[in-house]
């Protein structure tokens, strides 16, 4: 009886991840919770993020509720840009009382983002790490209840293997680009979708894709 209260549970999880997507698209900046100056400063790294590192403001209310919907309070993301998802995540880990490790490789990115993340608040719950992620993960103590992916596409497979032992049951792993850039991905969604210890839905805030993965076991 357990184990079917276990997987009913996960099936709501994933159905209400679709209800959350329209929702989260549906919003607008009238109806968010967020502070005048939290607003302004979201806008301003999006007005200088020349390169489009940073996911979309849609993507960035989806990953927020995600978070706070989910209990999650190990939270790990993989590829930090200027910290704007750091912030989206850091907010809804307020919620859960949780905290973030962002990891950026770029150097001059990793500062930028950890000075975006505090005048957002937040640097009491996220930690910016500046480094080759493959090498900083195992350097991070504990396992992962929530992981989000915004690397290197062709790296996406490697990564989400080196996460997998630390990712708890239940936890969930998002990655970004899943539709505008799965051409540069096939091995990591064969391996979302077809391995028998997760379940997958992909939905798409923005026009860019997002995978939604939950660990059965």
């Known amino acids: 009886m357990a184990r079917v209260v276990r997987f009913v549970r996960l099936g709501l999880i994933v159905a209400a991840i679709c209800v959350c997507a329209v929702a989260v698209a549906a919003q607008s900046p009238a109806t968010s919770t967020l ?25 960035g209310r989806f990953l927020r ?15 930090g840009a200027n910290g704007y998802s750091a912030i989206w995540i850091g907010l809804g880990l307020r919620q859960t009382g949780g905290r973030l490790t962002t ?49 290197w596409k062709r790296d996406y497979k490697r990564f989400f293997d080196l996460v997998f032992p630390r990712w708890r049951p239940r936890g969930l792993f998002l990655a970004h680009n899943v539709v505008n850039k799965r051409s540069e991905m096939p091995d990591f969604l064969d391996a979302i979708q077809k391995n028998p210890a ?15 993965t939950v660990r059965l076991r």
């Open 65 to 79: 509720v995600m978070v706070a919907s989910s209990g999650a309070t190990r939270a790990l993301e993989i590829g």
């Open 35 to 59: 502070s005048p100056a939290l607003v302004t400063l979201l806008q301003q790294i999006k007005s200088v993020d020349t390169d489009l590192l940073a996911v979309s403001e849609e993507d």
């Open 198 to 212: 997760v379940m997958t839905t992909i939905v798409a805030p923005s026009g860019e894709g997002m995978s939604v």
């Open 103 to 151: 990891i950026e490789y770029d150097p001059d990115r990793a500062k930028t983002a950890a000075d975006n993340i505090r005048r957002a608040g937040l640097a009491d719950i996220v930690t910016v790490v500046a480094g080759d992620a493959f090498k900083e993960i195992p350097k991070v103590a504990g396992e992962f209840d929530f992981v989000f992916l915004d690397a």
